[in-house]
């Protein structure tokens, strides 16, 4: 069965340093999201992309961060000038169609521990 | 603004017993609902969908929900509990017109003692 991978598994950077996670959706797929898991906390939204430009972002997504489709199958997430307080579990999601009642499919996630 | 609630941050069941797993939602509109459960360094697997056919939603690994309007919940069951369905489990709303994000509630995480 497809999957969603995301690389790497584990990113450890300097506060300040900037980080990219990466992420190949399953590959007919429209829908690209990015979410995050503090340590003991809910799963939050962060941003939601079609169409190569991004539909909607949560109020954490500021402007430290911004999200890529470089090519046909990766999508990205970039963290500028990292802060301790964006430690946290990353996934990468995508979904086929029509978003709201596709469901969509995780990866593994990438730990992010900033120090 | 939809929101979700679980009810019990850790629920501990014998092997065997009855699973419950709680959710209630709030939204303004009729809401696709989700269960996803996330095994240890794992990501999160789809378990069941709700999209407004059948109240009754049948999963994977023997898993259901009911969709109960009047009640504004969507509770998780399964009628016999195994080792292997220890896990975090978590309920999701995403709005009809949202454009498809997930609002995930805190999830629960279930035990289960030989």
């Known amino acids: 069965e497809p999957e969603v991978t995301q690389t790497p598994s584990h990113q450890v950077t300097q506060m300040g340093q900037e980080v990219i996670l990466r992420c190949v959706p399953i590959?007919?797929?429209?829908?690209f999201y990015w979410y995050r898991q503090i340590l003991g906390q809910k799963v939050e939204f962060l941003v939601s992309?079609?169409?190569?430009?991004?539909?909607?972002k949560s109020e954490i997504f500021d402007d430290q961060f911004s999200v890529e489709r470089p090519d046909g199958s990766n999508f990205t997430l970039k963290i500028r000038s990292t802060k301790l307080e964006d430690s946290a579990m990353y996934f990468c999601?995508?979904?086929?169609?029509?978003?709201?009642?596709?469901?969509?499919?995780f990866g593994d996630g990438t730990r992010l521990s900033i120090l | 603004a939809q929101s979700v609630t679980q009810l019990g941050s850790h629920v501990s069941v014998s092997e065997g017993a009855l699973v419950l797993l709680r959710c209630n939602y709030s939204?303004?509109?009729?809401?696709?609902l989700f269960w996803y459960v996330q095994y240890p360094n794992q990501g999160l697997q789809l378990l069941l969908k709700?999209?407004?056919?059948?109240?009754l939603v049948k999963g994977i690994n023997g898993f259901e929900a009911e969709f109960k309007k009047s009640e504004t919940s969507f509770h998780l069951t399964k009628p016999s509990a195994h080792m292997r369905d220890a896990a975090e489990y978590f309920c999701?709303?995403?709005?009809?017109?949202?454009?498809?994000?997930?609002?995930f509630g805190q999830g629960t995480e279930l035990s289960v003692k030989p």
């Open positions: 992309f079609y169409n190569n430009e991004i539909s909607e």
């Open positions: 590959s007919n797929h429209l829908y």
């Open positions: 999701a709303v995403s709005d009809r017109g949202q454009g498809g994000k997930l609002i």
């Open positions: 999601a995508s979904s086929e169609g029509q978003a709201s009642n596709q469901p969509q499919h």
């Open positions: 709700y999209t407004s056919a059948a109240t």
């Open positions: 939204s303004s509109v009729p809401p696709y």
